[in-house]
Antibody, heavy 122, light 106 residues
Framework: QVQLVESGGGVVQPGRSLRLSCEAS????????LHWVRQAPGKGLEWVAVISYDGFNKYYADSVKGRFTISRDNSKNTLYLQMNSLRAEDTAVYYC???????????????WGQGTLVTVSS | IQLTQSPSSLSASVGDRVTITCRASQGIGSYLAWYQQKPGKAPKLLIY???TLQSGVPSRFSGSGSGTDFTLTIGSLQPEDFATYYCQQLNSYPQGFGPGTKVDIK
């Protein structure tokens, strides 16, 4: 069965960095786009970033552009989110989610991890 | 592309028919998905391509619309349907979500 397991969350001071990981299993990792979506405490969902199946195309929300970098290692079935210059407003549960296969029709995010909490606080 | 949802919350009873609306700031064709999220859980994909039911989702859920106006309908609300519902546009990046509609028990 498809599984996505995030890790790497924790408490970090403003201005510092953190790297999240998302380990995937149960599907052919290298053929799917992958997304990061976050949710601040008590708030709605915020789309963060996406990376294409081959890692060549990446897109970001304006709120994280220039500070966050999405990447993937298809040999390790793992997705990453490098978060630099963290701010209090980046405090959220971060989810990884599976997107579309190759460049086919975008059916939405059909599998999600359980999320990892990032708290930015001094 | 900005998404708005209405209402932001609603109270309903088991068996009620519930309708949630999502409006896009510009046309997105049928590139819209709906998700259900329960407290402390990850979102669950309900509908994609505006009206196609994801595998395993009960048939009481349905979606309609295209262009800028979309609707999620729950035909007969069940106890397990009390949750927050989000729409997401898949037409272009950033693929943002609507602000959500919380459905709770009357």
């Amino acid at each position: 069965q498809v599984q996505l397991v995030e890790s790497g969350g924790g408490v970090v001071q403003p201005g510092r960095s953190l790297r999240l990981s998302c380990e995937a299993s149960g599907f052919t990792f290298s053929t799917y786009a992958l997304h990061w979506v976050r949710q601040a405490p008590g708030k709605g969902l915020e789309w963060v970033a996406v990376i294409s199946y081959d890692g060549f195309n990446k897109y970001y929300a304006d709120s994280v552009k220039g500070r966050f970098t999405i990447s993937r290692d298809n040999s390790k079935n793992t997705l990453y989110l490098q978060m630099n210059s963290l701010r209090a407003e980046d405090t959220a549960v971060y989810y990884c989610a599976r997107g579309r296969e190759y460049t086919g029709y975008d059916y939405g995010l059909d599998y999600w991890g359980q999320g990892t909490l990032v708290t930015v606080s001094s | 592309i900005q998404l708005t949802q209405s209402p932001s919350s609603l109270s309903a009873s088991v068996g009620d028919r519930v309708t949630i609306t999502c409006r896009a700031s510009q046309g997105i064709g049928s590139y819209l998905a709906w998700y259900q999220q329960k407290p402390g859980k990850a979102p669950k994909l309900l509908i994609y391509a505006a009206s196609t039911l994801q595998s395993g989702v009960p048939s009481r859920f349905s979606g309609s619309g295209s262009g800028t106006d979309f609707t999620l309908t729950i035909g007969s609300l069940q106890p397990e349907d009390f949750a927050t519902y989000y729409c997401q546009q898949l037409n272009s990046y950033p693929q943002g979500f609507g602000p959500g509609t919380k459905v709770d028990i009357k």
